[in-house]
C-alpha cells in the first residue's frame, strides 16, 4: 500500500533542493515522489494510506555512526549501575540484582555502567569492595567506557591473577602497595577477564537483541552497527537475519585483529544486506578511553607527574599491518583512536600504505570517536581520505572530567565546526552502551557543547542543528558506502523515515532534547509507534 505523508515539514537532508510539501511512498517500501499535493495527485492510488503530519517533521531515519549492537544488549541483562554515586550504591544494585535473578553459588555477578569519576575520590571499586556482596558469587562491574572495570578475589582467582601475574601488552592490572592485584583491571587485563564470563544462552542474547533493537528504533534509529564483530556475535546475527528477526539494517564490522579471517569465510554478507544484515569491513583499537586516562596523547594528562600519556594497544608496525590488510583486500577499515597519539599512528599507517598504491581507493576508512584529534591532523586525514566519527556527547558527559585530564586540550574534544570547514563529512554515535542511542540527545550536544556542570567548551566547534543533521543522516549514509540507498528523501530511495514532534532547525538549541520521536518507519513501514 502506498503511504502520503504531508501537512508538515519535510526535511529532505539535500543541500539546495526546495522543502516539499508532501512525500509518497510506493508499495515497494522506497520513495515514490516528493512535492506539492497537487503535483503528487495523479501517482496516488484509491487505498492509497494518507498520514497527515499536523505540523510535525518528516526526515531520514537516523543512521548509527557507531555503536556494538549485540554488546548493548547484553548489558540489557545485567546489573546497571549507571549514575551511581557511591560504592554502597554498586553494592546496593548488585546485591537486588542478584535476588531478582536468584543466582545459585558461583554464578557470576555483573553489572555494568558504573563511573568512577561520579565516586567519592574518583576511585575504582576494590576487590574487598566487591567481595562484600559477593557471596559464593565472582563478581565483574565494567565502567561506562567498556574499557575498564573492577573485579573481585574470586574471579581474579579464576582468571589466574596474582601478585607475579605481568600486565599484557595493552593492558595494567591493578595493584595494592605489595603488588597483590586489587581488582581492577585496565583495557587488555579486563578483556581478558571478561572472556572468563559464560555467555548467556542463545535464546536469551537473541531475545535481548529484540529487545535492543526496539530501543534503537524508538530513537528514531533505522541503521545500526555492530562494532566490533567476532563469531560469536556474526553466528547471533546471522540468526536473527536468516529468522527475519531483524527490524533495523545492521552493519558489522569484524575484528581484524582478533577475527581474521571471518570477513572472507562469509562472503554472502559482503556482497550488501541479506534480511538486513551485511559485514561492513573491519574494525581495530588503538587506545583506550579519556575519561579513565588510557587514551593515548602525545602530551601528558594533567596533573600526570611522571609524564603519563596513556599507552597504545599496538606497535607501529601492526597497525600498518592490519591497514594494509584491509585495502589490499579492498575493505572498509574502522580504526578507534581517542587519543591524539592514537590518531596519529592511525593516519601515519594510512598514509604509508596509500603510497603503496592506494591513493585513489575508495575506502572510507573511518576514525571512530577522534575525541582530541587536532586541527593539523584533520588536514591529514582530508588528504588520506579518512572520515571521523565524533562521540561528541562526551561535551556533556565527561566535559567537566575533560577539563582536568586535559585541560585546554578539553576545549577542542570532537572538534566538529573545525571537520566542517574543511568540508569533511562526518557521523555522530553515542558508542552504544557507553550511552543509549539516543540521536536527540546528541543533536543537543553537538550545537550547545555545554558540560554537566553548565561549562561550555569551545563554542568555535559548535555546529547548526542542520550540520549536526548530516552526521546522523546523509553523512552516515556516506560512510556506510549507502548514500544512493538512504541518508536523504530522494525518489527511488529506501523509505527509512522517522518522524518528530518539532522541527530541529526552527527549535531554540538549548530546547533540543525536548524533541520527541513520534515513529520510526523502516522501508516503508511502521516499526515504532509512540503514545
Given at each position: 500500500?502506498?503511504?502520503?505523508?504531508?501537512?508538515?515539514?519535510?526535511?529532505?537532508?539535500?543541500?539546495?533542493?526546495?522543502?516539499?510539501?508532501?512525500?509518497?511512498?510506493?508499495?515497494?517500501?522506497?520513495?515514490?515522489?516528493?512535492?506539492?499535493?497537487?503535483?503528487?495527485a495523479?501517482?496516488?492510488?484509491?487505498?492509497?494510506?494518507?498520514?497527515?503530519?499536523?505540523g510535525?517533521?518528516?526526515?531520514?531515519g537516523?543512521?548509527?555512526?557507531?555503536?556494538?549492537?549485540?554488546?548493548y544488549?547484553?548489558?540489557?541483562?545485567?546489573?546497571?549501575?549507571?549514575?551511581?554515586?557511591?560504592v554502597?550504591?554498586?553494592?546496593?544494585r548488585?546485591?537486588?540484582?542478584a535476588?531478582?535473578?536468584?543466582?545459585?553459588?558461583?554464578d557470576?555477578?555483573?553489572?555494568?555502567?558504573?563511573?568512577?569519576?561520579?565516586?567519592?575520590?574518583?576511585?575504582?571499586?576494590?576487590?574487598?569492595?566487591?567481595?562484600?556482596?559477593?557471596?559464593?558469587?565472582?563478581?565483574?562491574?565494567?565502567?561506562?567506557?567498556?574499557?575498564?572495570?573492577?573485579?573481585?578475589?574470586?574471579?581474579?582467582?579464576?582468571?589466574?591473577?596474582t601478585?607475579s601475574?605481568?600486565?599484557?601488552?595493552?593492558?595494567?592490572?591493578?595493584?595494592?602497595?605489595?603488588?597483590?592485584?586489587?581488582?581492577?583491571?585496565?583495557?587488555?587485563?579486563?578483556?581478558?577477564?571478561?572472556?572468563?564470563?559464560?555467555?548467556?544462552s542463545?535464546?536469551?542474547?537473541?531475545?535481548?537483541l529484540?529487545?535492543?533493537?526496539d530501543?534503537?528504533?524508538r530513537?528514531?534509529?533505522?541503521?545500526?552497527?555492530?562494532?566490533?564483530?567476532?563469531?560469536?556475535?556474526?553466528?547471533?546475527?546471522?540468526?536473527?537475519?536468516?529468522?527475519?528477526?531483524?527490524?533495523?539494517?545492521?552493519?558489522?564490522?569484524?575484528?581484524?585483529?582478533?577475527?581474521?579471517?571471518?570477513?572472507?569465510?562469509?562472503?554472502?554478507?559482503?556482497?550488501?544486506?541479506?534480511?538486513?544484515?551485511?559485514?561492513?569491513?573491519?574494525?581495530?583499537?588503538?587506545?583506550?578511553?579519556?575519561?579513565?586516562?588510557?587514551?593515548?596523547?602525545?602530551?601528558?594528562y594533567?596533573?600526570?607527574?611522571?609524564?603519563?600519556?596513556?599507552?597504545?594497544?599496538?606497535?607501529?608496525?601492526?597497525?600498518?599491518?592490519l591497514?594494509?590488510?584491509?585495502?589490499?583486500?579492498?575493505?572498509q577499515?574502522?580504526?578507534?583512536?581517542?587519543?591524539?597519539?592514537?590518531?596519529?599512528?592511525?593516519?601515519?599507517?594510512?598514509?604509508?600504505v596509500r603510497?603503496?598504491?592506494?591513493?585513489?581507493?575508495?575506502?572510507?576508512?573511518?576514525?571512530?570517536?577522534?575525541?582530541?584529534?587536532?586541527?593539523?591532523?584533520?588536514?591529514r586525514?582530508?588528504?588520506?581520505?579518512?572520515?571521523?566519527?565524533?562521540?561528541?556527547?562526551?561535551?556533556?558527559?565527561?566535559?567537566d572530567v575533560?577539563?582536568?585530564?586535559?585541560?585546554?586540550?578539553?576545549?577542542?574534544?570532537?572538534?566538529?565546526?573545525?571537520?566542517?570547514?574543511?568540508?569533511?563529512?562526518?557521523?555522530?554515535?553515542?558508542?552504544?552502551p557507553?550511552?543509549?542511542?539516543?540521536?536527540?540527545?546528541?543533536?543537543?550536544?553537538?550545537?550547545?557543547?555545554?558540560?554537566?556542570?553548565?561549562?561550555?567548551?569551545?563554542?568555535?566547534?559548535?555546529?547548526?542543528?542542520?550540520?549536526?543533521l548530516?552526521?546522523?543522516?546523509?553523512?552516515?549514509?556516506?560512510?556506510?558506502?549507502?548514500?544512493?540507498?538512504?541518508?536523504t528523501?530522494?525518489t527511488?530511495?529506501?523509505?527509512?523515515l522517522?518522524?518528530?514532534?518539532?522541527n530541529p532547525?526552527?527549535?531554540?538549541?538549548?530546547?533540543?532534547?525536548?524533541?520527541?520521536?513520534?515513529?520510526?518507519i523502516?522501508?516503508?513501514?511502521?516499526?515504532?509507534?509512540?503514545?
Amino acid at each position: 500500500m502506498q503511504t502520503l505523508y504531508y501537512n508538515g515539514t519535510i526535511l529532505t537532508m539535500e543541500e539546495g533542493t526546495p522543502q516539499p510539501e508532501a512525500l509518497l511512498v510506493g508499495e515497494d517500501g522506497r520513495i515514490q515522489a516528493l512535492g506539492s499535493r497537487s503535483s503528487l495527485a495523479d501517482l496516488v492510488n484509491p487505498d492509497c494510506r494518507r498520514v497527515d503530519l499536523g505540523g510535525r517533521t518528516l526526515l531520514p531515519g537516523f543512521i548509527d555512526g557507531h555503536s556494538h549492537f549485540t554488546s548493548y544488549a547484553n548489558t540489557l541483562g545485567l546489573a546497571d549501575l549507571s549514575g551511581a554515586g557511591s560504592v554502597g550504591e554498586i553494592l546496593r544494585r548488585l546485591e537486588d540484582f542478584a535476588k531478582e535473578q536468584d543466582l545459585a553459588p558461583g554464578d557470576w555477578l555483573v553489572g555494568f555502567g558504573y563511573d568512577h569519576n561520579l565516586l567519592a575520590g574518583g576511585e575504582h571499586p576494590t576487590r574487598q569492595d566487591l567481595d562484600r556482596v559477593a557471596g559464593e558469587h565472582p563478581v565483574m562491574v565494567t565502567h561506562a567506557s567498556g574499557h575498564m572495570g573492577a573485579v573481585n578475589t574470586r574471579a581474579l582467582a579464576l582468571a589466574g591473577i596474582t601478585a607475579s601475574t605481568q600486565d599484557p601488552q595493552g593492558g595494567v592490572i591493578g595493584r595494592e602497595a605489595g603488588g597483590a592485584p586489587n581488582g581492577y583491571l585496565e583495557e587488555a587485563a579486563f578483556m581478558a577477564v571478561g572472556r572468563q564470563v559464560p555467555p548467556p544462552s542463545p535464546q536469551r542474547v537473541l531475545a535481548l537483541l529484540d529487545q535492543a533493537q526496539d530501543i534503537y528504533l524508538r530513537h528514531g534509529i533505522t541503521t545500526v552497527q555492530e562494532g566490533l564483530t567476532g563469531q560469536g556475535e556474526l553466528v547471533l546475527l546471522k540468526q536473527m537475519a536468516q529468522a527475519g528477526c531483524l527490524r533495523v539494517d545492521v552493519a558489522a564490522y569484524v575484528d581484524l585483529d582478533k577475527a581474521p579471517n571471518l570477513a572472507q569465510e562469509n562472503p554472502a554478507y559482503l556482497m550488501g544486506y541479506r534480511q538486513g544484515l551485511k559485514i561492513g569491513g573491519y574494525k581495530i583499537f588503538l587506545d583506550g578511553s579519556p575519561q579513565g586516562r588510557t587514551a593515548w596523547l602525545t602530551q601528558p594528562y594533567e596533573g600526570a607527574e611522571d609524564g603519563y600519556r596513556g599507552y597504545p594497544i599496538h606497535t607501529d608496525e601492526r597497525v600498518a599491518e592490519l591497514v594494509r590488510t584491509a585495502f589490499s583486500q579492498g575493505r572498509q577499515l574502522l580504526c578507534h583512536c581517542n587519543g591524539d597519539a592514537a590518531a596519529e599512528q592511525f593516519i601515519t599507517a594510512v598514509e604509508a600504505v596509500r603510497r603503496e598504491g592506494f591513493q585513489k581507493a575508495d575506502l572510507r576508512p573511518v576514525m571512530v570517536h577522534a575525541q582530541t584529534v587536532r586541527v593539523d591532523q584533520l588536514d591529514r586525514m582530508r588528504a588520506a581520505g579518512i572520515l571521523p566519527s565524533y562521540f561528541v556527547a562526551h561535551t556533556y558527559y565527561w566535559g567537566d572530567v575533560h577539563l582536568q585530564n586535559l585541560g585546554r586540550r578539553a576545549e577542542t574534544i570532537s572538534p566538529l565546526r573545525s571537520t566542517v570547514r574543511r568540508g569533511m563529512p562526518f557521523t555522530l554515535h553515542q558508542d552504544s552502551p557507553v550511552l543509549p542511542p539516543d540521536m536527540i540527545d546528541t543533536l543537543w550536544c553537538a550545537v550547545n557543547r555545554r558540560t554537566r556542570a553548565g561549562a561550555l567548551l569551545s563554542q568555535e566547534e559548535a555546529v547548526t542543528p542542520y550540520q549536526a543533521l548530516l552526521g546522523i543522516t546523509a553523512y552516515g549514509a556516506y560512510q556506510y558506502f549507502e548514500e544512493g540507498e538512504k541518508g536523504t528523501l530522494q525518489t527511488g530511495k529506501r523509505a527509512d523515515l522517522v518522524i518528530l514532534s518539532q522541527n530541529p532547525l526552527t527549535t531554540p538549541l538549548d530546547a533540543l532534547r525536548g524533541i520527541r520521536v513520534l515513529e520510526t518507519i523502516k522501508d516503508g513501514k511502521t516499526v515504532y509507534q509512540g503514545e
